[in-house]
């Protein structure tokens, strides 16, 4: 005859539903919780991409408005020494030179700029035992730049200056019209070596300060 198993206390059997509810509780709060914080966010527009590129849009917009305030500031500087610069000298560095205008009501003027070169010019007539000793001052409308130009390449402005003053003959020195037909040689030569090398001449007249032939 079989045995028939023992079956537990009630005592025994009753305590675990308890425990299972308390679990299933804390289980239900906890996906609440998770529920209304993930429709919270959803309401809002977290997760929308819109939301998220404006975001990383602000970020960055954050970090460019730092870049660019220091740009400005670094452009600004730059800016101010080179105008000083320019306003000094009344030259820019970019571009060919400009001509330099006066307030008129009534015309337009334009300021003359001067420079005279230092060291005499000494030749000998051609065809002659004449000796011709000249000092010249060159003239432009426009900015200090041609005034530079003319001083950087002083050594070869003296030599195509020279060239041309040795073509003078003592039939040329008795033209009424002499001195002014040479200052236009001298013009042209000198206009012709700025053009060679700096792609412009810009002087105007060249005027003579000493002028002796013996």
Known sequence: MATKAPELPEAEAKPAKPMLKIILAVVGVIVLVVAVMVGTLFMTGFFSPKAAASADEQLEDAGGHGEAKADAHGE????????????????????????????????????????????????????????????????????????????????????????????TTEADLVKPEFRKELALRLRDAINTLLEKYEDFGGIEEVYFTSFIVQ
């Not at 000092?135 to 050594?155: L, S």
Request: charged share 35%; glycine share 6%.
């Open 76 to 167: 600004k500087k730059a800016e101010g020494h080179g105008e000083k610069k320019a306003d000094g000298k009344g030259a820019k560095k970019d571009g060919p030179p400009e001509k330099l205008s006066k307030k008129s009501p009534e015309l337009t003027r334009f300021e003359y700029n001067y420079h005279q070169l230092e060291r005499e010019f000494l030749v000998n007539v051609a065809g002659s035992r004449k000796v011709m000793s000249v000092q010249i001052a060159i003239m432009t409308h426009y900015d200090e730049r041609v005034v530079t130009n003319v001083k950087k390449h002083e050594f070869a402005v003296r030599s195509v200056v020279m060239d041309a003053m040795r073509q």
